[in-house]
């Protein structure tokens, strides 16, 4: 994926060549697969604008340190949350396959999730429900592949009306 493809154009490929390979999933019942912290997470498609190599970051004092910093994004400035550090599950690191997944603008804060690397395009039928979850973090879904790892699926919804997540201040 370039680094300028939005998440839908990747979305619309990726249709097509199921589509074309007799495929019978649908784009929604797939999930993005991210890696961030120490942990593997799902996030539903339609919950990214874009995704997005790593902008240089202006921090910012007197802020948590899962806040990594702000991005100018095309003229934008975004809000940039250390995923893996926000959910407990240690930083992320800064590398050549690291992305900030950018929020879907329906959610109204101007914010993107650092996470280390992209997984890819994650079948919901490939996963079986993990009850687990941390009652702390009701914007966490958990969930087990085949092999019994643990993944842990964000809702957006619930993440952006959190009041952790929207107040970085110390």
Do not use: C
Request: neutral net charge; charged residues 20%; without cysteine.
């Amino acid at each position: 994926m370039s680094d300028r493809q939005t998440l839908r154009e990747y979305q619309q490929a990726l249709f097509e060549r199921m589509r074309t390979q007799g495929g019978r999933e649908t784009p929604m019942a797939s999930r993005l697969g991210l890696e961030a912290g120490s942990r593997k997470w799902l996030m539903r498609l339609e919950e990214a604008q874009e995704v997005i190599s790593v902008a240089p970051l202006t921090s910012v004092p007197l802020t948590k340190s899962w806040f990594r910093g702000l991005a100018n994004i095309r003229g934008n400035l975004f809000s940039v949350v250390d995923l893996g550090a926000f959910a407990g599950a240690g930083l992320t690191t800064f590398g050549p396959e690291a992305r900030l997944v950018l929020l879907a603008d329906r959610f109204h804060v101007n914010a993107a999730l650092l996470v280390q690397r992209l997984i890819g395009l994650r079948s919901v039928t490939e996963f079986d429900a993990d009850h687990s979850a941390p009652a702390d973090q009701p914007w966490l879904t958990m969930y087990r592949d085949a092999s019994g790892e643990h993944w842990h699926e964000l809702s957006i919804h619930g993440l952006a009306r959190q009041p952790d997540f929207l107040q970085a201040g110390i």
